[in-house]
């Protein structure tokens, strides 16, 4: 089994910037991917980023594309997401995943607990 766990989320204002973390443990995963993916009140789990996690290729929707970076701390088996210029419409809960390296939630076998990230306006 794999063990996701997620930190760094928190309220901010408008603007502003948080680095969310996810620590991954339990069994070794070849050619995977990690990813961030979202989901606000009343709306469906959405793709954020993801990560290579052997080559360092990086996705993002294109929402996140010049303010969000994922990152990847090999050593740490951590994964990262830096978000700035924060917006409202961030405000979601944010949860990590583990899989295979695409956009889609059906490729992450192993998910996080989620953190809650609120943007104020």
């Known amino acids: 089994q794999v063990q996701l766990v997620e930190s760094g989320g928190g309220l901010v204002q408008a603007g502003g910037s948080l680095r969310l973390s996810c620590a991954r443990s339990?069994?070794?995963?070849?050619?995977?991917?990690m990813a961030w993916f979202r989901q606000a009140p009343g709306k469906e789990r959405e793709f954020v980023a993801a990560?290579?996690?052997?080559?360092?290729?990086?996705y993002y929707t294109d929402s996140v594309k010049g303010r969000f970076t994922i990152s990847r701390d090999n050593a740490k088996n951590t994964v990262y997401l830096q978000m700035n210029s924060l917006k409202p419409e961030d405000t979601a809960v944010y949860y990590c995943?583990?899989?295979?390296?695409?956009?889609?939630?059906?490729?992450?076998?192993?998910w996080g607990q989620g953190t809650q990230v609120t943007v104020s306006s």
């Open positions: 995943a583990a899989g295979l390296y695409g956009s889609s939630w059906s490729q992450y076998d192993y």
């Open positions: 339990g069994r070794t995963l070849s050619n995977y991917g």
């Open positions: 990560i290579s996690w052997s080559t360092g290729s990086t």
